[in-house]
């Protein structure tokens, strides 16, 4: 479950998102790879925003994809 993530705004400033609430898990493959993806709800700065977290397991990366 992830805890925390660093993304990089438009400004190109690191901005840490502390806060996720999780809605479901779900492992899945995209193009035959395994990976675990959390449909979340994070706090951007001021803004709640819906986002999938996708964790590609061979690759030990993560995936946003806001909603």
């Known amino acids: 479950t992830p805890l925390m993530l660093k993304v990089k705004d438009e400004d190109g400033e690191i901005q840490v998102i502390r806060e996720i609430t999780v ?7 995209y193009a ?7 449909d979340c709800s994070l706090w951007l700065g001021e ?6 977290l996708i964790y590609y397991l061979a ?4 995936v946003i994809n806001f909603r």
């Open 23 to 29: 809605h479901s898990q779900e492992m899945k493959r």
């Open 32 to 38: 035959g790879s395994p990976s675990l993806e959390f």
């Open 47 to 52: 803004r709640k925003m819906r986002a999938k």
């Open 59 to 62: 690759q030990s990366r993560w």
